[in-house]
């Protein structure tokens, strides 16, 4: 009897142990009946803290909200459907990670995909499609957007919206030391929306046909690295910011517009921009009030205009290199900038020491770039022997001229370029090569039919 007692307690134990693990962190997972009429909400109530809800492929319909640290995965295609005017998504919990899921945002207004006001989430290989906002963070940090492709979506049998009228692909406000990497942005009105938001890493991502691929305003400390934008009106707009690192981005095709640009510059402190490279934009680099950083490596190829300096002074500008670009370089009212190590193509310098640069000096001639501010349809005139002779004879305030005072005869061997050195010794090797044999074969047919 005592024996039949003591397996009874140890069977209610037991019980007791196994439904506290299920309680204390187990994972949920969608039932079969291939998601019909199930909801999403509920299932996210009946995670515990800390859980992990797997779900397995369904298509679900209205909005959520997470106010737990849990973990939401998709196994298959998972798919949320959100037609209200409220976010698809809401994080207000700490420590949430969400991951695979498609998400469809047909609501309009001030609405977004995925709305975070916490910090430490992580947004993961994300497929958002939306009318409104893709993600926003407000008011939170350390959180982590990954591997995530948002575009717009545009409603059947409407027109197109045009770009004013579209919202951001990441939105940021007031939100410090995220992660933004790896991430798709297409036919957004900006792709990529930082304010008042610190120390951000913005890395490898790829932004096209929006407005602004990075718009950047007060983000002091903010690495913007590896990013690629394409067919937008600017590739990225960096504005009001401090020590900020912009290195070895690309942005290529920003000519939707007579204001577009590669990498454009206002009022920026103190910061860093190497390596970068800016192709086929209308304007290649803009700089504006913006005072005491540092270009150097960036490559400048095939722009209307290179590099356009107003209001700029006391930057360092070396080992930059243009090439095939209409006009390479314009600057008005931008002095005390210090030029070195630069090759400009179109510049035809004397080099009479065999250092590699030029002992005559290449000074920035802002003839032009006043003439057509002050009356813009002399744009007409643009390389005209006239137009060129006049600014030949343009020499005032030639003491404040942005001048590089040893520009590269040729363009600077990238760091990289070792292989393609020694590719080069090898084709001149081969060339020696087959120019010996060539002589042989001249010089024994000579004697042979002698």
Known sequence: MMRGLLIRQWAIVGIAVALGVCLSGGETALAADNGANLNLQQLINRTPKGGTLTLKSAEYEGAITIDKPIRIQAEGTVRLRNGANQSAVQIRADGV????????????????????????????????????????????????????????????????????????????????????????????????????????????????????????????????????????????????????????????????????????????????????????????????????????????????????FLESEGNRFVSNRFTRNVIEAEASESKLNAFSGNYWEAFRGIDTNGDGSSELSYAINPFFQRLTSATPAYQLFFQSPGML???????????????????????????EAGDASSGSAGTLAAGLLLLFFSVFTILYLGVKRT
């Open 97 to 308: 990670h969400v991951q695979g899921l498609q998400i469809v945002q047909e609501g309009r207004e001030e609405t977004a995909a995925v709305l975070v006001t916490a910090s430490g989430a992580v947004l993961e290989s994300l497929d958002i499609r939306t009318r409104s906002y893709g993600i926003v963070l407000r008011d939170g940090g350390r959180n982590e957007i990954r591997h995530t492709a948002i575009r717009w979506m545009d409603s059947p049998g409407q027109p197109a919206v045009k770009l004013s009228d579209k919202r951001n692909g990441i939105d940021l406000f007031n939100s410090h030391d995220n992660r933004i990497v790896d991430n798709y942005i297409s036919s957004m009105n900006d792709g990529i929306y930082m304010e008042n938001s610190h120390r951000i890493q913005v890395e490898r991502n790829r932004i096209e046909h929006s407005r602004y691929g990075l718009h950047c305003m007060y983000i002091d400390g903010t690495v913007m690295r590896g990013n690629v934008g394409s067919y937008n009106v600017t590739g990225a707009m960096i504005m009001g910011v401090k020590d900020v690192e912009v290195t070895g981005n690309t942005f290529f095709k920003q000519s939707e517009s007579v204001n577009s640009q590669g990498l454009l510059f206002f009022d920026v402190q103190t910061s860093r921009i190497f390596n970068n490279k800016v192709e086929g934009n209308r304007v290649g680099l803009y700089i504006e009030q913006s005072h005491r950083n540092e270009f150097r490596n960036n490559e400048v190829v095939q722009n209307f205009v290179g590099v356009q």
């Open 389 to 415: 002779f006049l600014e030949s004879m343009y020499t005032s305030g030639k003491a404040e001229w942005s001048v590089d005072k040893a520009p590269l005869m040729n363009p600077e061997i990238r760091s």
